[in-house]
Each structure stands twice: as structure tokens, then as C-alpha cells.
Nanobody
Framework: QVQLIESGGGLVQAGDSLRLSCAAS????????MGWFRQASGKEREFVAT????????YYADSVKGRFTISGDNAKNTVYLQINVLNPEDTAVYYC????????????????????WGQGTQVTVSS
């Protein structure tokens, strides 16, 4: 099984920036896409961004577009999420995910569109 190990979360002030990382380890697999989701306390997990491993096409949730940037290192099966101008509404546990087979973009905006998940990293933004 593939393991996704996340890092980069922490306690920050509004207006600060963070760069989250998620590295895949374990058995080799063909990566189709890797993405980020987040879940605030008391709320459902929501889509943040995803990147296609072949071609690098990206998709973002409207709520983060312009402030968040997703990127990946294909050779290392590692995905990054650059978060700029953080605000308290960004406070959540951020999860990375990976999909191994082809899927339409709409599927990659859904929890069920991914095969593997990381443990999550907490991002807390104070005002």
C-alpha cells in the first residue's frame, strides 16, 4: 500500500504563508493525480486543489483560487501546496490524496475520487 506523509502545517498569523508537502512512500504505483483537501472543525471535508501528474493541469476550489498554488515533483511522487495570505477561515486539517487511474476532473473534486490519503496536517491561523 502507498503511504502519504504530510508536513508543513503549523500555527501562523493572518497574512502569513505556508508551504505544505506530501510525499508518497511504499510500493510503486502509477500516479494519475494528487490533490489537497481540508476539513475545518465541525465541517465536512472540502476540495482545495488537484494536479494531473501527466501534463500538470491544475484545478482549484473557488474559495482558494489566487492564494493557493499546487505543484508536484513527479519523480518523487510529492505534491506541494503553497498557501499565501492566510486568513482565519483557512484554519483546518489539510489532507493530501492520490489517485492511480484516469478519472474526469469532476471526480477529482470529490473525496471518492482518490485511492490513498495522508494523515493530515493542522493549519491554524490566528487573527
Amino acid at each position: 500500500q502507498v503511504q502519504l506523509i504530510e508536513s508543513g502545517g503549523g500555527l501562523v498569523q493572518a497574512g502569513d504563508s505556508l508551504r505544505l508537502s506530501c510525499a508518497a512512500s511504499g510500493r510503486a504505483f502509477s500516479t494519475y493525480a494528487m490533490g489537497w483537501f481540508r476539513q475545518a472543525s465541525g465541517k465536512e471535508r472540502e476540495f482545495v486543489a488537484t494536479i494531473m501528474w501527466s501534463g500538470g493541469r491544475t484545478y482549484y476550489a473557488d474559495s482558494v483560487k489566487g492564494r493557493f498554488t499546487i505543484s508536484g515533483d513527479n519523480a518523487k511522487n510529492t505534491v506541494y501546496l503553497q498557501i499565501n495570505v492566510l486568513n482565519p477561515e483557512d484554519t483546518a486539517v489539510y489532507y493530501c490524496a492520490a489517485r492511480s487511474s484516469w478519472g474526469p476532473p469532476l471526480m477529482l473534486r470529490n473525496n471518492y475520487g482518490y485511492d490513498y490519503w495522508g494523515q493530515g496536517t493542522q493549519v491554524t491561523v490566528s487573527s
